[in-house]
């Protein structure tokens, strides 16, 4: 006769445990999901996601399993295959991951520049070298003696 052990370990817990994990190995960008309960196995299964502000997650990196009756870590995807696995995944994502950050840094830089400068900073803005056009601007709109 089989014998079913009850899980003492929720969901949320599990994948808080999870969490942790990744923080102590593994840069901010990656997150656990909700997981999965695999009784068989006796284990909460739990995604691990790469994630980014504003878009979210982008997909799945690997899977840590945290004990269904205890708060650990039993195993996990190697944190190296997470790695090739997130560089992966932001090659694939490469535009959305870096539009919200390029529109945030357009809207700063252009509500800096004073209504004069405006225009001819929208025709500089084309070059990749948007320091340089600053140094520019903020030369120009310099007081002379």
Request: aromatic fraction near 10%.
């Given at each position: 006769m089989a014998t079913t052990i009850t899980p003492t370990i929720t969901a949320l817990q599990a994948q808080a445990e999870a969490n942790l994990f990744l923080s102590n190995h593994l840069p901010d960008?990656?997150?656990a999901a909700p997981p999965s309960l695999d009784l068989a196995a006796q284990v909460?299964?739990?995604p691990v996601l790469l994630a980014y502000p504003i878009i979210g997650p982008v997909?799945?990196?690997g899977e840590s399993l945290v004990s269904m009756t205890a708060a650990e870590v039993v195993s996990s995807t190697p944190i190296e295959a997470m790695n090739v696995?997130?560089?992966t995944l932001y090659a694939q994502h490469r535009n959305a991951i870096?539009?919200?950050r390029s529109?945030?840094?357009r809207r700063a830089i252009l509500a800096f520049l004073?209504?004069?400068a405006w225009s001819w900073a929208v025709a500089v803005w084309t070059s990749q070298n948007v320091h340089c056009a600053l140094a520019v601007i903020a030369h120009r709109m310099a007081p002379t003696p």
């Open positions: 960008r990656f997150m909460w299964r739990v997909g799945q990196t696995a997130a560089r870096e539009a919200p529109i945030s840094k004073p209504a004069c």
